[in-house]
């Protein structure tokens, strides 16, 4: 078998037992892998209306078949669940060394159920898989430790998916964690693998991935690199990487600026690309990447990977911090506790909020480091100001009275790009499979970055949003990483290798529609709630009073009037079910 | 005389290297019987290279009871761009150390001796797999073209150590 290994690792946490099963191919030529074939398998292993704590809630890991070969950036994890913090599917996804490593254990997938009876570790090298008591060693450890525990404990190449501090205490917004630095971040499944007493998983393998002849391969992807992977375009995320957007977009009136009051931070210029380009040390690559956008700084003894955009917005503007160590130490702190930065930079800033408008005093204070460095350690043992930064920006607004200043969607705290900076992106979050989340649809890049589509406009950007959404599904199911800007045409021939059938344009394009109506399904049958933006994200008492998008609203009746655009663009109802036609036109296989 | 280097400084941890290398001698993609690795602390960030220096070390050949490591005259002919490239030109002529699976006993003399451990007992067929450049065109170059990076490059020294036999 070909990209495949065929193969599910099964792990019953409550029996202590595992089992190996066949890889459903039908499903795999279906859903080709990744973000498809995690989805398929939930839809089947997530029991209906199951409560998310709930031991039956299995959380599964997923490769691409792409990972552990030579097809660059295509060594993607994706982890995902019900979540435990938004009620419908969480997909979260990393890159480190995790699935490559899986797939040469010999396994496409692991699916993870039950519940520990106590804290234990899970290692599994190729055929071996053992269950290690973890509280008296591991449980309590932060992410370096435990990862530095198991090269020494388990294997010297051992790569380990962890949860840190914030995992145990089932902090909604924890993150599970991979070669340090790297995070399937977002979505709450790190709350539920710590409710299972999962510390980590911990993977060596030294088996193999065919590709069919490999010598030719080896010249269908040196082209592939040669006229399509390290070009211009790709490559300005190994000299900048993320952080290059950072001026951009606070200047265009789009960063999030003290809890989404303002789109443009004064002091950007303290945090920004420049800034991190002055002490960058290094730059790093997740496995079989050759852009290598990983870059790492020093400041103030402080030697870390990050911070990215998303870090630099939420921790950094949002939080009106303009101070580059804390920026960092913040970061850091976040890496090690198991938190994402996202999440709690928002809720941090919500918290800071409130203080300075006198609804409640946490100690927290827009621009002021010494508590705000605290933050991420408190958040994850749930301590002094952390416990109630630990209920997320939903709840914590509605606790003191001030829902209005709790900026999420669907309970996932909103990321680095203001709507009403970009209003396209008032759909992509609205509409986002997981919530409140940027990576699913991006309209903002040609909104602000190639500025080769209006800002302030919504006209076209239903149809711009679900042809994003289509084609990112189809890339995320391959396995692939966003900064690889592959073309359709690259993707099918790819495509082709790996089902061994002819694959079109209109194929590819389908198999994203079908991946993102399978994604619907789910949700609206777990119970998700109507897609919507914060009020003040849309209604014309919202607007910015400063910066280049000052003024400028979506407004609640145009804002209504593209999301049933949207609906009847996909051939989904007015409350966005799909419809009968639709789903068998794209040959989805389930039905609610 | 011709052998790899990985620049410690340059590289930047991605075992695309690896991955070609393996791909190229096994017929699949497995990386844990590559000819050549990037030691990578995840914690640090701290990348170490480990490459067969050839007939500038020997030490392997030397070390050798049954003369099983044998060298051999190759032209290297690198595929895609490398740091030497404007020093030694497309092609580069000189010798390499191959092992003849034949003669090798998997006594592990040579596993004990190799300084920068890259040569090792091949866990299908138990004897001794090393670096052979590829038969003249090193894969792990032609995976290494991020030309901001270029950190897989063909050293070519002037001498080869005294115990390397011809």
């Known amino acids: ?592 | 005389m011709p052998h790899v280097m990985i620049s410690s400084k340059k590289c930047t941890g991605c075992h695309m290297c690896e991955l070609a290398c393996s791909a190229y001698h096994e017929g699949a993609y497995r990386p844990s019987v590559a000819r050549l690795f990037s030691e990578v602390n995840p914690t640090t960030g701290a990348i170490k290279g480990h490459t067969c220096l050839q007939t500038a070390c020997a030490k392997c050949q030397e070390a050798c009871p049954e003369d099983a490591i044998v060298t051999k005259e190759i032209t290297v002919r690198v595929k895609g761009d490398y740091p030497g490239k404007e020093k030694h030109g497309e092609a580069v002529k000189g010798s390499v150390l191959v092992v003849l699976d034949e003669k090798c006993t998997n006594c592990g003399e040579c596993y004990d001796v190799c300084p920068t451990g890259v040569i090792h007992e091949h866990p299908d067929k138990q004897v001794a797999f090393k670096c052979d450049l590829c038969g003249g065109e090193p894969q792990c170059i032609a995976f290494c073209q991020n030309p901001h990076v270029l950190a897989v490059d063909l050293k070519v020294d002037k001498t080869d150590r005294p115990g390397a036999r011809a």
Not at chain 1, 14 to 28: D, I, K, R, Y
Not at chain 1, 241 to 257: F, K, M, N, R, V
Not at chain 1, 509 to 514: A, K, S, T
Request: hydrophobic share 40%; charged share 25%; aromatic share 8%.
């Open chain 1, 1 to 592: 078998m070909d990209f495949y290994k065929g193969r599910v690792l099964r792990i019953d946490l409550s029996a202590g037992t595992s089992t190996v099963e066949p890889l459903n191919m039908e499903w795999a030529q279906r859903y080709l892998g990744g973000k498809g074939l995690l989805l398929r398998y939930l839809w089947e292993e997530v029991p209906t209306s199951v409560d998310p704590w709930a031991a039956e809630n299995p959380v599964i890991l997923m490769s691409g078949p792409t990972a552990g070969t030579g097809v660059f950036l295509g060594g993607r994890l994706v982890v995902g669940c019900k979540s435990p913090r938004t009620g419908i599917l969480t997909d979260s996804y990393v890159g480190g060394s995790f699935a490559p490593e899986m797939k040469f254990a010999g396994y496409d997938a692991i699916i993870v159920t039950g519940e520990s009876p106590k804290p234990v570790v899970v290692t599994v090298k190729d055929d071996l898989v053992s269950f290690v008591p973890a509280e008296d060693k591991y449980w309590g450890m932060r992410t370096s430790e435990i990862e530095e525990a198991m090269r020494r404990d388990f294997d010297p190449e051992a790569k380990t998916l962890s949860i840190g501090p914030a995992g145990e205490n089932e902090i909604a917004f924890a993150c599970l964690s991979t070669d340090l630095h790297h995070k399937a971040g977002r979505g709450g499944h790190g709350a539920l693998v710590g409710r299972k007493k999962l510390k980590a998983i911990s993977i060596r393998g030294t088996g193999s991935v065919s590709v069919g002849d490999a010598k030719e391969f080896l010249d269908y992807a040196y082209r592939l690199q040669t006229e399509h992977v390290l070009n211009e375009e790709n490559l300005a995320m190994h000299e900048e990487g993320t952080p290059g957007g950072a001026q951009l977009y606070s200047d265009a009136g789009a960063i999030p600026t003290r809890n989404f009051s303002s789109g443009t931070f004064a002091d950007m210029e303290n945090i920004n690309s420049d800034a991190l380009l002055a002490i960058r040390t290094k730059v790093r690559a997740c496995y079989q990447c050759p852009v290598a956008c990983r870059q790492w700084h020093e400041a103030g003894g402080v030697s870390c990977e990050g911070p990215e955009y998303e870090t630099i917005a939420l921790c950094g503007s949002n939080c009106g911090v303009s101070d580059i160590e804390a920026l960092m130490r913040f970061n850091l702190a976040c890496n090690e506790w198991g938190v994402d930065t996202i999440s709690l930079g928002n809720v941090v800033a919500l918290a800071m909020d409130l203080t300075e408008k006198g609804v409640e005093d946490f100690g927290l204070r827009f621009g002021e480091t010494d508590s705000y460095v605290k933050a991420p350690a408190l958040t994850a043992k749930r301590e002094g100001v952390g416990a109630e930064l630990a209920l997320g920006a939903r709840a914590l607004a509605a606790k003191y009275g001030h829902p209005e200043l709790g900026f999420e969607v669907k309970s996932l705290e909103l990321p680095g790009f203001d709507p009403r900076g970009s209003f396209g992106m008032s759909l992509a979050y609205a509409t986002s499979d997981r919530g409140g989340c940027h990576m699913r649809a991006f309209p903002a890049g040609d909104e602000l970055e190639s500025g080769t589509r209006p800002p302030d406009s919504l006209e076209g950007k239903a149809q711009y949003n679900m042809d994003l959404q289509n084609a990112g599904a189809a890339k995320w199911s391959a396995g692939l990483c966003d900064f690889w800007q592959v073309d359709v045409e690259q993707l099918c021939l790819l495509c082709e290798r790996i089902w061994g059938r002819s694959v079109s344009e209109d194929d590819f394009l389908q198999l994203g529609e079908r991946v993102w109506n399978l994604g619907r399904l789910f949700n609206l049958r777990e119970g998700v709630e109507a897609d919507d933006l914060p009020t003040l994200m849309r209604a014309e008492e919202g607007a910015f009073a400063d910066g280049l998008s000052a003024g400028k609203f979506i407004g609640d009746q145009a804002f209504a009037a593209a999301l049933q655009e949207y609906y009847a663009l996909r051939g989904w109802d007015e409350n966005g079910v799909p419809s009968e036609a639709k789903l068998v036109e794209l040959g989805v296989d389930v039905r609610l």
